[in-house]
């Protein structure tokens, strides 16, 4: 996949929490890509294997919603997408990318 | 064609858009969604999405989905339908195949026309376990006369006659019951 600002901000909020799920609108918000970008890549990255995706148990939802559907980070994409935010660093192109992650 | 893009563009014409977007965004992102394949996840996840977008950014985000469905459903789910229609075999390759007892052939089968059964079933109104049994039945019906259907085209009309006889038989069961029991 080729890096982008996106895809480097994407990264960042995934390895912010590498453990649990992310939803959608919920990744373009801490990300702040907008969703336009985040869905199609967030495909592309399904078919690479780096995430997956399961549906929220519809019993244990409290409030009044659909379930979600929450990406997960596999072992592959964690490994991947560490190796980005490595080259990222280093990269004069995403030196305004704010680095939450360490 | 520049009548066409002063009516595009013309201020009524706004006003619509800006009514539909704003007003029902649920339903102009169910619309979007259909642009997806039919198996895929995304329909149901934009959806359950909305209700988490603040109420006055939904407009744009659909806006936004309606742009993302464009370049990203619409040419899988075209590519899909063209693929589907290519690998359709016909009915009476299928019924050939269903002599031969081929398990494929039956899924296809019951696939392609469960709703004519299960609708003509629908119609009688039986109870669940007595609709169940009507539908079962029917299939039964076709798996013994499979030698014997001269119209492969004509496929749906004879399963809806046979399953049309099918409730019958069970209706008539059913009052039967019902009278001895009054007796």
């Not at chain 1, 078919?47 to 659909?66: H, M």
Request: include cysteine; charged fraction near 30%.
């Amino acid at each position: 996949m080729r890096k982008t600002h996106a895809l480097v901000q994407v990264a960042i909020a995934f390895l912010d929490d590498p453990a649990s799920g992310h939803w959608g609108y919920e990744l373009s918000k801490r990300s702040g890509v907008r969703s336009g970008v985040l869905y199609p890549m967030l495909t592309r990255m399904l078919d690479e294997g780096w995430i997956e995706d399961r549906w929220e148990d519809p019993t244990a939802i409290r409030d009044k919603r659909p379930p979600r559907r929450y990406y997960e980070l596999t072992d592959e994409g964690r490994v991947a997408l560490g190796a980005i935010l490595q080259e990222a660093r280093s990269d004069a192109r995403f030196t305004t990318v704010r680095w939450r992650w360490a | 064609m520049t009548e066409l893009l002063h009516v595009v563009a013309s201020w009524p014409s706004l006003f619509l858009v800006v009514i539909v977007f704003g007003f029902a965004p649920g339903f102009c992102l169910r619309l979007i969604a259909l642009a997806y394949p039919r198996s895929d996840p995304r329909r149901k996840e934009l959806t359950a999405e909305l209700y988490a977008v603040p109420r006055i950014q939904r407009p744009l985000w659909v806006a936004e989905q309606l742009e993302v469905a464009l370049f990203e459903g619409l040419p899988h789910r075209v590519s899909a339908v063209i693929r589907s229609r290519a690998n359709r075999a016909s009915t009476a390759e299928l019924l050939s195949r269903m002599r031969k007892r081929e398990r494929a052939a039956w899924d296809e089968m019951v696939h392609r026309y469960g709703t004519v059964v299960t609708t003509t079933v629908r119609s009688f109104r039986l109870q669940d376990p007595d609709a169940l049994d009507a539908v079962q039945m029917t299939w039964l019906r076709l798996a013994e006369n499979l030698d014997r259907i001269k119209f492969p085209e004509r496929l749906d009309g004879w399963l809806a006659t046979t399953a049309r006889r099918e409730c019958l038989q069970i209706l008539r069961r059913g009052d039967r019951d019902k009278g001895e029991r009054q007796s």
